[in-house]
């Protein structure tokens, strides 16, 4: 049973939400703000957490960004309709995902078993022969079974649940174009908007973690109006 931690300082919301996924089959633990947070976390770590933007106190974007570098959770951030800047920010924190309020409680839970099947997480999902490999482009080593990234000085290089999702995409997909609707499809099934530019965002975050000032050609190669291009070959031990 995955477990979810919902931070939200709606008393309704919190009500709502934590009896919708129980009945759903999650364990569910609720907090009002950033205090009530760290109180969960030191009793137990959670599979996922989702976060309001707007907190009393630290708001969660300060939050999502310190979860990000003390813990490896999985983040999904609530945030006003039209706050584009506050998605954006999120997903340069680290965030997996975002939801816009208003949402329908089944959107929400289309996209945390998204999110947790990206990360691994959901309850009962074996791991597939196919995926017990360790991809090799131009030095790199992306492990899939352990979700880790080293650099051709294997130097460990930590990625977000959605950055290791977009580079596996990559990878698996080497030297073709993939479009920014194909690389949505491929990298978050169908748990997203339309017209969803954040794949914009992780593209550029982990581009600045492949790439270095003396690189030749570039890993992850832009294509005007088109989409993207990853330009290394891979090969899997």
């Not at 996924?21 to 364990?27: F, I, S, V």
């Not at 340069?92 to 996209?111: I, N, V």
Request: charged share 25%; aromatic share 6%; with cysteine.
């Amino acid at each position: 049973m995955s477990h979810l931690l919902i931070v939200d300082d709606d008393v309704e919301v919190l009500d709502l939400l934590q009896k919708f996924l129980r009945q759903h089959g999650y364990e569910v633990d609720v907090a009002s703000d950033g205090q009530g947070l760290w109180q969960v976390l030191e009793r137990r770590v959670p599979d996922l957490v989702i976060l309001d933007v707007m907190l009393p106190g630290d708001s969660g974007l300060v939050l999502c960004q310190r979860l990000q570098a003390e813990y490896k959770v999985a983040v999904i951030m609530l945030t006003a309709m039209g706050e584009l800047s506050d998605r954006v920010v999120g997903l340069e924190l680290g965030a997996d995902d975002y939801l816009t309020k208003p949402f329908a409680a089944r959107e929400l839970l289309a996209r945390v078993r998204a999110v947790l099947r990206r990360a691994g997480e959901s309850p009962g999902s074996p791991v597939p022969a196919s995926s017990r490999a360790v991809l090799e482009f131009s030095g790199w080593q992306l492990d899939v079974l352990r979700r880790e990234l080293r650099s051709p000085e294997g130097v460990m290089i930590p990625l977000s649940n959605g950055e290791f999702e977009l580079l596996l995409v990559f990878a698996e997909h080497p030297r073709r174009v993939l479009s920014r609707q194909q690389l949505l499809d491929l990298a978050r099934g169908q748990a997203h908007e339309a017209y969803d530019r954040s794949i914009d965002v992780q593209v550029s975050r982990l581009r600045r973690k492949l790439e270095s000032d003396g690189d030749s050609e570039p890993l992850i190669r832009t294509l005007r109006n088109v989409g993207y291009l990853f330009t290394a070959s891979v090969t899997k031990r």
